[in-house]
């Protein structure tokens, strides 16, 4: 694993962060789950980052590593509608009458 924190930082798409760490990974599972993959990392590099602000760049990035693989292992064992990462699947539909709506008179 490179350990250059400015080079992590030019990252970009799923697939860089996973050969920035040298991390196996199925193409056609990024693919589908890309951007929920991203949006999980960004929420565990957070929290590092909010709970370990004087690491170093070496235990940051080993930090940061692990909680790429944890992000792609979430949508392994659960579904983007389970994670509801995104406001979309937080909104409720207008319009819409679900069966649990409709009784029988």
């Given at each position: 694993m490179s350990t250059n924190i400015d080079e992590?930082?030019?990252?970009?798409?799923?697939?860089?962060?996973?050969?920035?760490?040298?991390?196996p990974y199925d193409q056609k599972f990024v693919n589908v789950n890309r951007l929920h993959i991203l949006k999980k990392f960004s929420q565990f590099m957070s929290q590092i980052d909010d709970t370990y602000p004087q690491?170093?760049?070496e235990?940051?990035?080993e930090k940061y590593c692990t909680a790429l693989q944890q992000a792609y292992q979430v949508?392994?064992?659960?579904t983007p509608h389970e994670q509801k990462?995104?406001?979309?699947?937080?909104?409720?539909?207008?319009n819409v009458v679900t069966l649990t709506e409709i009784t029988s008179d």
């Open positions: 992590f930082k030019k990252l970009v798409d799923a697939e860089e962060f996973f050969i920035f760490f040298n991390l690491i170093s760049d235990e940051r990035l949508f392994i064992e659960s990462l995104f406001k979309v699947f937080n909104d409720k539909r207008k």
